[in-house]
């Protein structure tokens, strides 16, 4: 996929309608109207909506101010957090994709690429891996550091609860470290499940301190310093539509990552299928009906 037939992949982050390029192929326009630049380096900015809720906006201009000193500032929090092992920690939670050369994967808030560099080493040669963030300066950083020889490589601002893509265009898609504070959490989750092929794996995870942790010594002391930390697990923003769902604490016990794999539709209970061997009818559904609440 090269950079035009990235730009023709995409479509309205609102409405999924398609776009239409313009003849320079600076820009590009949704049927309302709204337009969307192609940067000097090819990054697009698919940014919805144009003006961001306050708190997505909010982790914007922090990750714009620190994106200098963000690697070295991450480093150390997984070193307090048990002298974790950064670099085979990322391995892992890369590994749960289960990419392959030539795949196609997605990555939503790929900072400043240190998980970007795995993703990409997974699908070459012959793959794809579109990179998004909401931090113009993030993303550059990014951009500048990725060796992207034997693969496409193509870069997008954007918000992870308004994608642009149709459905089922992914064959993986990863995020790690910001869903926690996602203004549309329930809806990123949607989105990041409904551009990955069924088959294909998600992969999300943010801070989030293990239940059994949470009240001893150094554990509580964290938990007060940074309440990011203090986040639950968001199971009940899994959509219905997924299987094998697995999760892993990582870095000490003090982040989570969730893997599970997308299916064409939501599974279901066969509330009437009668219960074998018996001379009279039962199932579930008599059960409930039977059930006093």
């Known amino acids: 996929m090269n950079q035009q037939e990235f730009l023709e992949s995409l479509v309205c982050p609102r409405t999924g309608t398609p776009l239409t390029i313009a003849e320079d192929g600076k820009s590009l326009k949704s049927e309302d109207g709204t337009v969307y630049e192609v940067g ?21 201009y922090l990750y714009d101010q620190a994106f200098l000193r963000y690697d070295r500032g991450v480093s150390w929090v ?7 092992d950064e670099a085979a920690t990322r391995r892992f939670f890369i590994d749960l994709m289960e990419l392959k050369p030539g795949m196609k994967a997605l990555e939503v808030g790929a900072g400043t690429g240190k998980d970007s560099a795995l993703i990409l080493d997974k699908v070459r040669p012959g793959g794809t891996a579109v990179l998004s963030d909401l931090s113009p300066n993030m993303l550059k950083l990014a951009q500048e550091k990725l060796v992207t020889d034997d693969l496409n490589v193509h870069y997008f601002l954007g918000n992870g609860s308004y994608l642009p893509f149709p ?3 992914f064959d993986a898609v990863f995020h790690f470290g910001g869903i926690n504070t996602f203004s549309e959490r329930k809806r990123a989750f949607d989105e990041l499940t409904r551009v990955v092929k069924p088959g294909g794996k998600v992969v999300v995870g943010d801070e989030s301190v293990a239940p059994w942790l949470r009240n001893t010594p150094t554990y509580a002391t964290l938990l ?30 003090a982040f989570y990552v969730m893997e599970y794999r997308v299916t064409a539709k939501a599974p279901e209970v066969d509330i009437d299928l009668p219960i074998p061997g018996k001379d009279f009818v039962d199932n579930w559904r008599i059960r409930a009906e039977k059930a006093v609440d």
């Open 40 to 60: 000097d380096t090819g990054i697009v900015n698919m940014l919805y909506p144009k003006e961001l809720l306050p708190e997505d906006a909010r982790e914007q």
């Open 78 to 84: 997984f070193e307090t957090l048990n002298h974790s």
């Open 167 to 169: 459905d089922d265009t």
């Open 224 to 253: 007060k310093a940074n309440p990011l930390f203090r986040a639950e697990v968001p199971l009940e923003d899994v959509p219905a539509n997924i299987e094998n769902f697995k999760l892993h604490y990582v870095f000490g016990n």
